[in-house]
Structure formats: structure tokens, C-alpha cells
């Protein structure tokens, strides 16, 4: 029953984002609403729609308004920072129920879209948002790439990030904090680890919440850890303006994809467009330009330009 009052509310959303302007009277929903998979015919009772408005202000924050500018009263959902078009994760789920929705009402479109599923497994985003809502300490065990074995350890989750097809969490690695008091004691200050750690899901072998709770570090900040960072990797090097010159299909691809959101056009040219990203050059970041191929070229910095070729160079060796 939860389930389908959620594809209800979902499905009103839908209404409004499909219409041209944004903007329905009442008649204009009910009609909608009649034709659609989750009203099966039925009108939609003008109470029953303002009960599906609170709801869905409550559950998505997003409020339907009356626009009494219009000669007939018509609904909008208004707008604001959280809401459907932003940059966020409301957007990527409002995306998602809405397709689920369609699926549900065609079971013929199934095999219309391709879905590129993540390595990791789907329970493990599941159980590590309960322990972050409930600030709980989280026992993991986890095999590095490289290690023999999987080790077990206790973290403090903080926040969940999906890069390139895969999940992570970030955490304070409380044995890293353990070594951390140990190295103070022994006066190797200049030896003291970052506790901020970074944990790919589809590496977790097992996941136990525990009673003990914590206290989030307030000195933690989940947009500042990523500032100017392309991907999971945070780094403590400095950001620097990189220049990037885009050739061919590169140019329109970098222009309706950003690599970052700091990315600005600094000229164009019937060959080649010039864009500056502020970032901080991390191993993604350069991954990210590589996968490009021979349609883009780093002009600036010269560390980086040179970084670059230097890997080129490697890669050229590995076919000779």
C-alpha cells in the first residue's frame, strides 16, 4: 500500500514536469490522472489531491502551489534549489522512481533501456545509511586491493559517493586514529596518518552496525573534502586553472558535459575550443583526460601538461 501511495505521489510530480509551462488547473490533472497507470480510470478527488500535496512536500520537499496570475487558477510546483532540476541527489532519485514508474505501467518497455549496474553489491548502500542516520559505529571488513587478505576494522561513516559506476563511503578510520595516538606518543608528529578514509563498497566482504554511537566530526566537511576534485580522490594539493584544448566531437561533448563544475570556455576557434578547469590534478582527473584519446590537449600547467605525456610516453612503450 506505502509503495503505491509513493508511485502516486511520484506520478503527480510527473504531471507537472511533462506539461509545457509547468502549469495545470485542476480539470487538466483529473483528466491526466484518469488516463494514467496509477489512476486506473478513477477521477481524482480534490482532497485526495491536497492530501498528495502535503505529502509530497513532506516526503520530497517540493511544494505545489495555486499561480492565481492565470485567468484560470492553474498548480506549479515552485521552485527552488532542492528542487527537480537542480545538481542533486532529489533530482537522481526523482529520476529514477519516475522511470520505475513507467516500467510499472508498460512492463513492455523493459527491455527498451540498458542500465549500466555498479560492481558493488546493492545492500551495503542500504545498511551503511542506516548507521550514518543513526551515527552508529560501523565494524567492516574489507580486502584491498593487493592485500592477501581481508582485514577487519571499525569506522565512522559519514557520507556515501558514487564515481564511475561505483559506490563508496567515506569514513573516520578509527584504527587510524589508534596509530595516530600511538605516533604521538612516540613524537612522530610528522608521521601521522589522515583519518579520512575512502572505501569502495564492491571491496566490503561483511558490514555489522554496532550499539556504540559517535559524534560526527564537526571539523568535517563533506564539500570541502571534495573541493576541486574530479571523482573520490581528495587530495591536499593545491587547485590549479588547467587549460584544456578540445578538438573535434571533444569540444561539443566538454561544452554539454563538464568535466567540472568550475569549467569555463576561454575561446574557440573553428578547430578547437579552449576550456579552463580550477581542480586539484588528481589521479581521476587525469584518467579523465586520458579517456579522451588524441581529441583533447592539456596547454597548462606545465607539470601537468608534462605528467600527461610522460604517461603517453609509457603507454607507447607498452605496444612497441
Given at each position: 500500500m506505502a509503495?503505491?501511495?509513493?508511485?502516486?505521489?511520484?506520478?503527480?510530480i510527473d504531471l507537472f514536469r511533462s506539461a509545457s509551462d509547468g502549469h495545470l488547473s485542476f480539470d487538466e490533472i483529473d483528466a491526466l490522472w484518469r488516463s494514467s497507470y496509477v489512476g486506473e480510470g478513477q477521477p481524482?478527488?480534490?482532497?485526495?489531491?491536497?492530501?498528495?500535496?502535503?505529502?509530497?512536500?513532506?516526503?520530497?520537499?517540493?511544494?505545489?502551489e495555486l499561480d492565481k496570475s492565470w485567468s484560470h487558477y492553474k498548480y506549479h510546483i515552485v521552485e527552488s534549489e532542492n528542487n527537480l532540476h537542480g545538481n542533486s541527489?532529489?533530482?537522481?532519485?526523482?529520476?529514477?522512481?519516475?522511470?520505475?514508474?513507467?516500467?510499472?505501467?508498460?512492463?513492455?518497455?523493459?527491455?527498451?533501456?540498458?542500465?549500466e549496474e555498479t560492481p558493488s553489491g546493492s545492500k551495503w548502500p542500504i545498511i551503511l545509511l542506516k548507521a550514518i542516520g543513526e551515527s552508529k559505529v560501523v565494524e567492516m571488513t574489507y580486502h584491498?586491493?593487493?592485500?592477501?587478505?581481508?582485514?577487519?576494522?571499525?569506522?565512522?561513516?559519514?557520507?556515501?559517493?558514487?564515481?564511475?559506476?561505483?559506490?563508496?563511503?567515506?569514513?573516520?578510520?578509527?584504527?587510524?586514529?589508534?596509530?595516530?595516538?600511538?605516533?604521538?606518543?612516540?613524537?612522530?608528529?610528522?608521521?601521522?596518518?589522515?583519518?579520512?578514509?575512502?572505501?569502495?563498497?564492491?571491496?566490503?566482504?561483511?558490514?555489522?552496525?554496532l550499539d556504540e554511537k559517535f559524534k560526527p566530526n564537526k571539523n568535517f566537511n563533506s564539500k570541502e573534502y571534495f573541493d576541486g576534485s574530479v571523482g573520490v580522490y581528495s587530495s591536499g594539493a593545491p587547485k590549479?586553472?588547467?587549460?584544456?584544448?578540445?578538438?573535434?566531437?571533444?569540444?561539443?561533448?566538454?561544452?554539454?558535459?563538464?568535466?567540472?563544475?568550475?569549467?569555463?570556455?576561454?575561446?574557440?576557434?573553428?578547430?578547437?575550443?579552449?576550456?579552463?578547469?580550477?581542480?586539484?590534478?588528481?589521479?581521476?582527473f587525469k584518467q579523465l583526460i586520458l579517456q579522451q584519446g588524441t581529441q583533447v590537449e592539456v596547454l597548462s600547467p606545465d607539470s601537468l601538461r608534462n605528467e600527461i605525456k610522460e604517461i603517453i610516453t609509457k603507454m607507447l612503450e607498452r605496444y612497441k
Amino acid at each position: 500500500m506505502a509503495g503505491n501511495q509513493f508511485a502516486k505521489y511520484i506520478k503527480l510530480i510527473d504531471l507537472f514536469r511533462s506539461a509545457s509551462d509547468g502549469h495545470l488547473s485542476f480539470d487538466e490533472i483529473d483528466a491526466l490522472w484518469r488516463s494514467s497507470y496509477v489512476g486506473e480510470g478513477q477521477p481524482l478527488a480534490k482532497r485526495t489531491f491536497h492530501n498528495y500535496r502535503d505529502a509530497i512536500f513532506d516526503t520530497f520537499g517540493l511544494k505545489i502551489e495555486l499561480d492565481k496570475s492565470w485567468s484560470h487558477y492553474k498548480y506549479h510546483i515552485v521552485e527552488s534549489e532542492n528542487n527537480l532540476h537542480g545538481n542533486s541527489i532529489r533530482s537522481w532519485a526523482m529520476e529514477s522512481f519516475s522511470i520505475l514508474n513507467q516500467l510499472n505501467s508498460d512492463k513492455s518497455l523493459e527491455d527498451k533501456i540498458q542500465y549500466e549496474e555498479t560492481p558493488s553489491g546493492s545492500k551495503w548502500p542500504i545498511i551503511l545509511l542506516k548507521a550514518i542516520g543513526e551515527s552508529k559505529v560501523v565494524e567492516m571488513t574489507y580486502h584491498k586491493f593487493g592485500d592477501p587478505a581481508p582485514n577487519t576494522f571499525k569506522v565512522e561513516p559519514y557520507l556515501l559517493k558514487v564515481s564511475n559506476r561505483r559506490w563508496y563511503v567515506v569514513v573516520r578510520a578509527l584504527h587510524y586514529v589508534q596509530m595516530n595516538e600511538q605516533l604521538k606518543k612516540e613524537g612522530k608528529l610528522d608521521e601521522l596518518k589522515d583519518t579520512i578514509r575512502v572505501y569502495s563498497l564492491d571491496r566490503i566482504k561483511n558490514i555489522e552496525i554496532l550499539d556504540e554511537k559517535f559524534k560526527p566530526n564537526k571539523n568535517f566537511n563533506s564539500k570541502e573534502y571534495f573541493d576541486g576534485s574530479v571523482g573520490v580522490y581528495s587530495s591536499g594539493a593545491p587547485k590549479q586553472k588547467v587549460v584544456i584544448r578540445a578538438y573535434d566531437k571533444a569540444r561539443d561533448y566538454m561544452e554539454t558535459l563538464p568535466f567540472h563544475h568550475s569549467q569555463k570556455i576561454e575561446s574557440k576557434t573553428n578547430d578547437y575550443t579552449d576550456f579552463s578547469i580550477t581542480v586539484r590534478p588528481t589521479f581521476d582527473f587525469k584518467q579523465l583526460i586520458l579517456q579522451q584519446g588524441t581529441q583533447v590537449e592539456v596547454l597548462s600547467p606545465d607539470s601537468l601538461r608534462n605528467e600527461i605525456k610522460e604517461i603517453i610516453t609509457k603507454m607507447l612503450e607498452r605496444y612497441k
